[in-house]
């Protein structure tokens, strides 16, 4: 497995709380993503970077925001959270930008927000 | 967007029978990937299709990508117990293929009764 670790695995916390969970990758990739999980809608990307400090979003990065200071770390954060956010995060790099690259993926954090 | 449809949702199989997983897109791929997540685990690439009407095997698996590609299959041929999880297909990215962008199909649910 890619040297990929996510912290917290679990976390529950409640409503209107901020929320910051940490990718962290050994293996100095440029590219990172984080996605999240729900049954019924696989793997949606939430926000991407292509680089220290360049970051973009994706497909659903309503209420969430990053942040990517060093090339080993990709914060993801939820400002605010809602029940809605209630999801499995995964973290991915990728060795390079184009399609054809593979991504590895972390072990996930299960978010719970009661 | 870029929309990668999947099916079907859910296969139960009795533990020797074959299955198959079906990926359509509506636009032309540069490529498709697959990816098995175990219960519980994270997503693992198994492999890319690139060529039109490539066919590749691992072992039982044998994926297929469409003349046109629009449409990818991953076909199974006697499941054991170990082949249980959720098999994601993965096509480019929308708004370009840059940053190496995925889009997940919804994925297909298989379990497999000994």
């Known amino acids: 497995d890619a040297g990929i670790t996510q912290s917290p695995r679990h976390k529950v916390t409640e409503t209107g709380t901020p929320v910051t969970l940490r990718c962290h990758q050994t293996?100095?990739?440029?590219?990172m993503y984080w996605y999240r999980q729900d049954p019924g809608h696989g793997l949606r990307l939430i926000h991407y970077?292509?680089?220290?400090?360049?970051?973009d979003k994706g497909e659903v990065s309503d209420g969430y925001s990053v942040s990517r200071s060093k090339t080993e770390d990709f914060l993801l954060t939820l400002e605010s959270a809602t029940s809605s956010q209630t999801s499995v995060y995964f973290c991915?790099?990728?060795?390079?930008?184009?399609?054809?690259?593979?991504?590895?993926f972390g072990p996930g954090t299960r978010l719970t927000v009661t | 967007g870029q929309q990668v449809m999947q099916i079907p949702q859910y296969q139960h199989v009795q533990e020797g029978e074959d299955f198959t997983t079906y990926c359509n897109s509506s636009?032309?791929?540069?490529?498709i990937q697959w990816y098995k997540q175990r219960p519980g685990g994270h997503p693992v690439f198994l492999i890319q299709?690139?060529?039109?009407?490539e066919v590749k095997k691992q072992k039982r698996l044998t994926f297929q990508f469409g003349e046109a590609k629009k449409n990818s299959s991953l076909h199974i041929t006697a499941t054991q117990t170990t082949d249980v999880g959720t098999y994601f297909c993965?096509?480019?990215?929308?708004?370009?293929?840059?940053?190496?962008?995925?889009?997940f199909g919804q994925g297909t649910i298989l379990t497999v009764h000994p």
């Open positions: 970077s292509y680089g220290v400090k360049d970051t």
């Open positions: 636009t032309t791929l540069s490529n």
């Open positions: 993965a096509g480019p990215g929308a708004g370009g293929t840059s940053y190496g962008k995925l889009t």
């Open positions: 991915a790099i990728s060795e390079g930008g184009g399609p054809h690259y593979e991504q590895y």
């Open positions: 293996e100095n990739h440029r590219y």
């Open positions: 299709l690139v060529k039109s009407g």
